[in-house]
């Protein structure tokens, strides 16, 4: 199935960390005929097995920081909840353009490696 | 490596413990785009290596993931067939991934990520 392929190809750059998932809404939303909410929710699932199999390498490799990681997950969880509770409460088109820009400088200064 | 580090008004933990809540955040808000904040700040605001940064990353937003993705799928009553092919894909690609990691420059991936990331905001924007 192309669906398949699909998640192959992103579950490649995933595992890379460079972020397969924004293409993979592009396929759903686009290709798929998938709609926005669900293809989010598949999309955040996904990434379960596309990130399983990649740390079982990443692990082993010894680069992943577990000192980061942990703190980073207990917070990170935390923080999931209460956004994902605010959101119904926020103008999400307003916080999803304001995130949109901030997300255009930092890939800006990503690829030009700007400090 | 000091949990508190005498320069600076935060220790490396807490800096650890705000990056996983601010992609908690988007993560929370947009069910996506928690990780492109994540590596940059891992890099840049804890001085971590790049490699080290990018696989990091993937290990924090798994957890991260799976609790949106049971939010998404309980309240939008949404049904795990739809999702299988997509699974399925993704596993040997992720392994894959995991596989090649190691053998491509560091400085590559970042900028690929760069790459993925302005295109994120560029959706982000658009209606």
Redo the contacts between chains.
């Keep these: 199935m192309i669906n398949a392929i699909a998640g192959l190809l992103t579950g490649v750059l995933s595992g890379l960390g460079v972020g397969g998932g924004t293409l993979l809404m592009v396929y759903m939303i686009t290709f798929a005929g998938i709609d926005q909410m669900t293809a989010r929710g598949i999309n955040l699932l996904y990434f379960i097995p596309a990130s399983g199999g990649s740390l079982y390498f990443h692990i082993k490799n010894r680069f992943v920081d577990f000192r980061a990681a942990i703190p980073a997950i207990i917070c990170g969880l935390l923080s999931t909840a209460l956004s994902a509770y605010a959101a119904t409460l926020l103008d999400e088109e307003l916080l999803r353009r304001l995130f949109g820009l901030f997300l255009i400088v930092v890939g800006v200064r990503e690829v030009f490696k700007m400090s | ?1 000091h949990t508190n580090s005498h320069r600076g008004k935060l220790s ?3 800096k ?25 700040l ?1 890099i ?1 605001w ?1 001085k ?1 290596d790049d ?2 940064a ?16 049971l ?3 309980l309240r ?1 009553d ?1 049904s ?1 067939l ?2 299988v ?18 053998k ?1 420059p560091a400085t590559y ?18 209606p």
Excluded: E, H, Q
Aim: net charge positive; proline share 4%; charged share 10%.
């Design positions: 490596m490396t933990r807490t650890y413990a705000i990056t996983g809540a601010a992609a908690g955040a988007a993560n929370g808000f947009f069910g996506t785009g928690g990780g492109m904040l994540l590596v940059p891992l840049r804890s971590m490699r080290r990018l696989a990091t990353s993937v290990c924090i937003i798994a957890p991260l993931s799976l609790a949106s993705a939010v998404y799928f939008l949404l795990i739809d999702a092919p997509f699974l399925l894909g993704g596993l040997p690609g992720g392994i894959i991934g995991g596989y090649l990691f190691k491509i991936l970042r900028k690929l990520l760069g790459v993925f990331i302005i295109w994120g905001g560029i959706r982000s924007l658009l």
